[in-house]
């Protein structure tokens, strides 16, 4: 069983900056690529960012490219989100998210079988 645990959200002003990270367990975490996706309250679940299995490519959102760096260390087994220059639009619930099959890129909640529990992040004004 895949287990993916976020930490480092938080509370911020306006402008500032916070780093997630998500520790996965229970598969080869190097075989897989990993997202993050974030929902606001009262809206669906959005794609954020994910980065290819051999951190040789990165996708972001429209919303936070040029702000968000997704980045992983597979000896740890671990991913994370850069936030930099937070705005109020980017406070939600993040999740780190993982597809089932190995090799695979996902953009959408529907093609995600694995998630971490959240972190809370709240920007405010």
């Known amino acids: 069983q895949v287990h993916l645990v976020e930490s480092g959200g938080g509370l911020v002003q306006t402008g500032g900056s916070l780093r997630l990270s998500c520790a996965a367990s229970?598969?080869?975490?190097?075989?897989?690529?990993m997202d993050w996706f974030r929902q606001a309250p009262g809206k669906e679940r959005e794609f954020v960012a994910t980065?290819?299995?051999?951190?040789?490519?990165?996708y972001y959102a429209d919303s936070v490219k040029g702000r968000f760096t997704i980045s992983r260390d597979n000896a740890k087994n671990t991913v994370y989100l850069q936030m930099n220059n937070l705005q109020p639009e980017d406070t939600a619930v993040y999740y780190c998210?993982?597809?089932?099959?190995?090799?695979?890129?996902?953009?959408?909640?529907?093609?995600?079988?694995?998630w971490g529990q959240g972190t809370q992040v709240t920007v405010s004004s």
């Open positions: 998210a993982a597809p089932g099959t190995s090799y695979s890129i996902s953009y959408s909640p529907g093609s995600i079988k694995y």
């Open positions: 229970g598969r080869t975490f190097s075989n897989y690529a």
């Open positions: 980065i290819t299995w051999g951190d040789t490519n990165t």
